[in-house]
Every structure is written in structure tokens, then in C-alpha cells.
């Protein structure tokens, strides 16, 4: 063997013995640390059926939750990075309310110019404190009673155009009717946008949703690599595709531009942003939190999370409402009994009587929690209490809700679609922490309330005005998306939309 080959012979066994030793390095981890867990591959860990596409995330990871029937946590490795399952609602309320202080972050790391990509829902502290309480005040009540108005006035459009559309019944593609509504109020509701009228399809809009949200190539690759090697790749590609940057940037440059050149005040979203932005602009630099490109981050994130998750779930309701006829009629009897007392009109003080329609939300909320998994990453070394076993700084802590949200040791009958379970009486039986559709603690979902009233009012004035059954299209079960974060059934799911009789409408 010639020198040259003996050096080329040499970096590749080098280079194998690396690749090797980063592949196994830490397929002991939890074994040499005692924990209970389930065995992972080198190099993909336990995330295999994700990268074949065998499943998607939730089931899983209910798959995961399921193996390990007796444990309380177990670990798995993402990858070759070591994560911590818990099961036990005591420890995962202690992780995301009591002890949050060793769990404050998701564990997402994104370029430091991905600008979009480092809104709240992302971003690391202390950035996130400083971001969260400038914008938490948008969801206060007085901020949403002021908001009721613009939502009630979108949804009245959409039912408007549902007369103009269906003449006594149609089958309709479900979740596609309920994002075009939900994009309107959305956008309307956040920065006052009027950004996609049924009538007049905003293609470009819809497209940048999608782009998103979809289950494609793209968002696959950023998907995997994120989780793999968070601290490397995530760093270097950025969260969304450049022309979602682009389009944000654009939008929201022309809704503040109007805004000063009309010299006009709102009650949303995007007026507070720019007072607390304004009022920055007093500070010296070093002391600013929020800058031009966080308020931009900020529209996208409360556009796309409240445009996802509203959608989601009303179409999901209708879907199960469809099926169980008798759950409807009970809900269109509490809005009508609600409605009458104002000759029609469901009014901001009245949404906390549509305690039957809550109840279905919640419901549908727990068969189909649309973040499937919440991520915290361990700040700091923490000693589960009672045990010896530390969860080191810098491991992930993942809690599937899914699993837990069907685990028939904290639901009787899981499978079964129940609006019961959440009635005034049944509701203390819950155990807590076994039910967190919207996580909890100080990163909580800060959209929550502003969710239920959109949903409460979207669905009464639907279910007041149509009747929804199973159509020929309709399947009772959708698979879910695989290569999505969120629980997003593939496909259109389609229902039968029926004009409720004129004496009962409104
Ligand atoms: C049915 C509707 C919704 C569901 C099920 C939902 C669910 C969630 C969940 C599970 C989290 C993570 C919580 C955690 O890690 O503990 C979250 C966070 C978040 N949600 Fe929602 N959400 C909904 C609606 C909304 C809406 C309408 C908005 C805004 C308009 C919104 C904005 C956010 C933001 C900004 C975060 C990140 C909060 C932070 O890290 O401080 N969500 N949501």
C-alpha cells in the first residue's frame, strides 16, 4: 500500500471510529444512571418509527407510555440525546408549575437572526420573561371583552356567507370551511387585518399557513435535526422558509404603517405591541426587550397559534357532534336559551353560561390534544423527590398528553367521546395534572382564553344556525399527519351541513 492510499486508509477508519463512538456515546446513558427505560438504536434512539414514517408523534409516544406500564418516568433517546418520559401527573405538575424554575425552557434552540423563529413559543430566557409579561396583558379580560366585538362581527360574515353558500344542506369539507373563518377572525382579532374573506380567497395567505403547518419535506428535515443535534443544526437552519419571514415582515409593517398614517387606535394585539414598543424606544439599548423584529415575531406567532389550534378544534367538535346527535341538540338548546335573551344575540357576559358547550370543547380537547407532546429541557441538576435519581441539566423532559389524556387509569372508558366527565360534578374527580390540553405553569398557553371565547362563539352561531351529520365522504377516524408536531388529522374531513328550520334560527 502506497503512502497516499495508507492516508486515505487512515482519516476513513478515523472517521468511522468517530462517527462510531458520537453514534454510541450515549446508548448507556440512562442504563449507567439506574433509571427505568426503553432501549434505543444507535444514532436514532428511540425515534425510529418517526424517521421511517411508521407513525406520527403521538401514537408514538403513547406506544412508549404504554410499554412501560408501572414506571413513573423511563427514559428514551432522541437521537443520541437522552429525554425523560413522565407519566406520573404529581411529577409533571411539579416540573411545570412548583419546580419550574429548573424547567423554564422547551428545549428549541434557533438561529440567533431567525427572527420569526424567536417568538415566545420558542424562545429561551430570559428573553421569554421579558417577551411574555409585555404580552400577556393583550389577553386580559378588559382586553378581551374589547376584542368580543371584531370576533362576533368576523364570525357573523362567515355565517353569512354559510346562507349564501348552502341552500337547505351541502356537504362541506369541515376543516377547510373552519380555517377560512378562523384565518378572518384571527387576523381581524390580533392586528386588524382583513385578511381573507370567504368571497375573496387571499391565496397568498392561505399558501404561507400551509407552509407552516404542512407535513412536508422541509419541516420534516427541521423537524428531525432538532431535535437530534439541537444544540448544532437547530442553530443553523432557520425555523420557517424565508418567504414566511418576508410575508410577516410585510404584513405587519403595512398594518402599523396604516395605523400611524390614519392615526387610529385599536384594541388588539398588535396596538399594545407598538405602545410597549414606543415606549422602549425611550430606554437606552441595552435595557430593550422588545425590538422591531420580536413585535413581528410576536403577530406571527398569535396569527399562526391561534390559526391552527381554533381550527383544529372547531372542526374537530363538529366532527364529534356529528356523530353523537344527542350531544348537539344539547348544545344548540343552551346557545338558543342563551341567544334568547337578547333577542339573538349570544353577548361577551354570556359566554360563561355556555357551560355545555365548554364541556364539549374540553372533551374533544382531551381525544385530540394538538400538542401532543410538551417539552421542557432541565436547567439545572434536579433530584426527583422521594427517589435518587437526578435528571441532569440539559436533558429533555417530555409529557405525552396524548397517553395521558387516554390513560384508562385516570379515564373510565378513555376511547369514548364524554362531555360528562367535565360537569361541575365529575370535574373535581379529575386528577390533576392528568389533563393538560393547554400545558401549564408559567408557559402555559397565553392564547387559552382568547381560544375559548373564538370557539364558543364560532360553534354556537354554526350549531344555531346548521345541523352537521356524517356525510358519504366522512370517515369516523382520521389518521393523524406523521411528519407534524401538532395532532393534525390528514385529510378534509367532510360533514353534512343542514339549515336548522328558519322559526329555530337566528
Ligand atoms: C384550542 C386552542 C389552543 C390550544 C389547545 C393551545 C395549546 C397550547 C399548548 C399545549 C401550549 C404549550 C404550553 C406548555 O408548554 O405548557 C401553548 C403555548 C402557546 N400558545 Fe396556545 N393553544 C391554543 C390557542 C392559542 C391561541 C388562540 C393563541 C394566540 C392567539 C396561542 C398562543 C400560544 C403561545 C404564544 C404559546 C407559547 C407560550 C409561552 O411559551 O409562553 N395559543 N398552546
Not at 412501560?68 to 423511563?74: L, V
Not at 420573561?129 to 404580552?135: E, F, N, P, T
Not at 396596538?271 to 439599548?285: D, G, I, N, S
Not at 381554533?310 to 338558543?336: G, I, N
Amino acid at each position: 500500500m502506497g503512502s497516499a492510499a495508507f492516508t486515505v486508509f487512515f482519516i476513513f477508519i478515523t472517521v468511522l471510529l468517530v462517527l462510531y463512538k458520537w453514534a454510541t456515546s450515549n446508548v448507556e446513558y440512562w442504563k449507567k444512571r439506574k433509571f427505568p427505560y426503553i432501549r434505543g438504536v444507535p444514532v436514532f434512539g428511540n425515534y425510529v418509527p418517526i424517521v421511517l414514517g411508521t407513525y406520527d408523534i403521538s401514537t408514538m409516544y403513547r406506544n412508549l407510555y404504554n410499554q412501560m406500564k408501572d414506571a413513573r418516568f423511563f427514559g428514551i433517546m432522541i437521537g443520541t440525546k437522552p429525554a425523560l418520559l413522565v407519566k406520573d401527573p404529581e411529577l409533571i405538575l411539579r416540573i411545570m408549575v412548583k419546580d419550574f424554575r429548573y424547567f423554564y425552557d422547551r428545549g428549541f434552540n434557533t438561529p440567533e437572526k431567525d427572527f420569526i423563529g424567536n417568538n415566545l413559543f420558542f424562545l429561551r430566557n430570559p428573553k421569554w420573561k421579558a417577551l411574555r409579561g409585555k404580552i400577556v396583558a393583550v389577553f386580559s379580560s378588559a382586553k378581551l371583552k374589547a376584542s368580543f366585538e371584531i370576533v362576533d362581527k368576523s364570525i357573523d360574515d362567515f355565517i353569512e356567507y354559510l346562507h349564501e353558500t348552502i341552500a337547505q344542506e351541502q356537504d362541506l369539507p369541515t376543516r377547510d370551511v373552519m380555517g377560512d373563518a378562523m384565518t378572518d377572525v384571527v387576523c381581524k382579532a390580533i392586528c386588524g387585518i382583513q385578511i381573507h374573506t370567504i368571497k375573496n380567497p387571499n391565496v397568498e395567505h392561505v399558501e404561507i399557513q400551509k407552509m407552516v403547518f404542512a407535513g412536508n419535506a422541509r419541516n420534516y428535515i427541521r423537524n428531525i435535526v432538532t431535535f437530534f443535534s439541537p444544540e448544532f443544526f437547530a442553530k443553523k437552519i432557520y425555523s420557517f422558509p424565508a418567504v414566511v419571514e418576508t410575508y410577516f415582515s410585510k404584513l405587519t409593517s403595512q398594518a402599523i404603517e396604516l395605523r400611524q398614517k390614519e392615526n387610529v387606535k385599536r384594541n388588539d394585539l398588535l396596538q399594545l405591541l407598538m405602545e410597549a414598543y414606543e415606549q422602549e424606544q425611550m430606554l437606552p439599548v441595552e435595557q430593550r426587550v422588545l425590538d422591531r423584529e420580536e413585535l413581528v415575531a410576536s403577530v406571527f406567532i398569535m396569527i399562526l397559534a391561534g390559526y391552527e389550534t381554533s381550527t383544529s378544534t372547531s372542526s374537530l367538535v363538529l366532527h364529534e357532534l356529528a356523530h353523537e346527535p344527542e350531544f348537539q341538540e344539547k348544545v344548540r338548546d343552551e346557545a338558543r336559551k342563551v341567544a334568547l335573551k337578547n333577542g339573538g344575540r349570544i353577548k361577551y357576559e354570556d359566554l360563561s353560561e355556555l357551560k355545555y358547550l365548554e364541556q364539549v370543547i374540553s372533551e374533544t380537547l382531551r381525544l385530540y390534544p394538538l400538542a401532543n407532546t410538551l417539552f421542557r429541557e432541565c436547567m439545572e441538576d434536579y433530584t426527583i423527590p422521594g427517589t435518587d435519581h437526578v435528571i441532569e441539566k440539559g436533558v429533555f423532559v417530555h409529557i405525552p398528553t396524548l397517553a395521558l389524556h387516554t390513560d384508562p387509569n385516570y379515564w373510565k372508558d378513555p376511547e369514548k367521546f364524554d362531555p360528562d366527565r367535565f360537569s361541575g360534578h365529575n370535574e373535581s374527580l379529575i386528577t390533576p395534572g392528568s389533563y393538560l390540553p393547554f400545558g401549564d405553569g408559567p408557559r402555559i398557553c397565553i392564547g387559552k382564553r382568547f381560544a375559548f371565547l373564538q370557539l364558543k362563539l364560532v360553534l354556537s352561531k354554526v350549531l344555531l344556525n346548521y345541523r352537521v351529520s356524517p356525510c358519504e365522504k366522512t370517515r369516523r377516524h382520521y389518521p393523524l399527519i406523521k411528519n407534524s408536531l401538532l395532532a393534525v388529522p390528514e385529510g378534509v374531513c367532510w360533514l353534512k351541513f343542514t339549515r336548522v328550520s328558519q322559526s329555530n334560527q337566528f
